[in-house]
């Protein structure tokens, strides 16, 4: 059996990048989970107390509101390293 040729030039080896961490805020986890829990006890206090004197007036706009708060602490959580 031939033997094969050897290749007479170096094979290309790409630079070496140093991969910096990303390092979420400090504010971030306690806003994200302030959130979901602000926008599950609006919701609660809702069902709960419907006759409540500043919740009564908003009606359904309440549901809104605490489903407002959950999607923004969604919308944090993807933002979480």
Same mark, same amino acid.
């Given at each position: *059996?031939?033997k094969s040729?050897t290749r007479?030039k170096?094979?290309?080896?790409?630079?070496?990048?140093?991969?910096?961490?990303?390092?979420?805020p400090?504010?971030l986890?306690p806003? *994200?989970v302030?959130?979901?829990l602000i926008?599950i006890?609006?919701?609660?206090? #809702? #069902?709960?107390v419907?006759? *409540?004197p500043g919740?009564s007036?908003?009606s359904?706009?309440?549901l809104?509101?605490?489903?407002?708060?959950?999607?923004?602490?969604?919308?944090?959580?993807?933002?979480?390293?």
């Open positions: *059996m031939p040729k007479k170096a094979v290309y080896t790409a630079p070496q990048k140093t991969q910096s961490v990303k390092v979420s400090r504010w986890a806003v *994200m302030a959130s979901w926008g006890v609006w919701i609660a206090t #809702y #069902y709960v419907p006759d *409540m919740l007036t908003l359904n706009w309440n809104l509101i605490g489903f407002g708060f959950i999607i923004v602490g969604v919308v944090l959580s993807t933002r979480w390293r």
